[in-house]
């Protein structure tokens, strides 16, 4: 995805902190969601498609915008993208 970098800057930037910060409190949200003890909400998180084991902060993104323009709610990603 071309945008991942600017989007993950984007959102770092909105939420005051910096780029790796951000990835890592998107990674926390990734592991936390996948050890849901609730399955129906582990299985969300489960259907990311992913290489390895389990999805990682730029597969989850791409799967996410993908997801977004699928529904058609690009308005949800205009002001991070533009």
């Known amino acids: 995805m071309a ?3 600017s989007l ?3 959102l770092a930037q ?5 780029v790796e910060e951000m990835h890592k409190q998107l990674e926390k949200r990734l592991v936390a969601g996948l050890n849901d003890p609730n ?3 582990r299985a969300q998180w489960e259907r ?6 389990r999805a990682t902060v730029e597969e989850w993104l791409e799967y ?3 997801r977004i323009y ?3 709610r690009e308005d949800l990603l ?3 993208l533009i």
């Open 70 to 72: 699928e529904e058609e």
């Open 78 to 80: 205009r002001e991070y």
């Open 8 to 10: 993950l800057e984007r």
């Open 48 to 53: 990311i498609p992913c290489v390895g084991e």
């Open 39 to 41: 399955p129906k909400h």
């Open 3 to 5: 945008n991942q970098e």
């Open 14 to 18: 909105d939420n005051n902190m910096s």
């Open 64 to 66: 996410v915008v993908k």
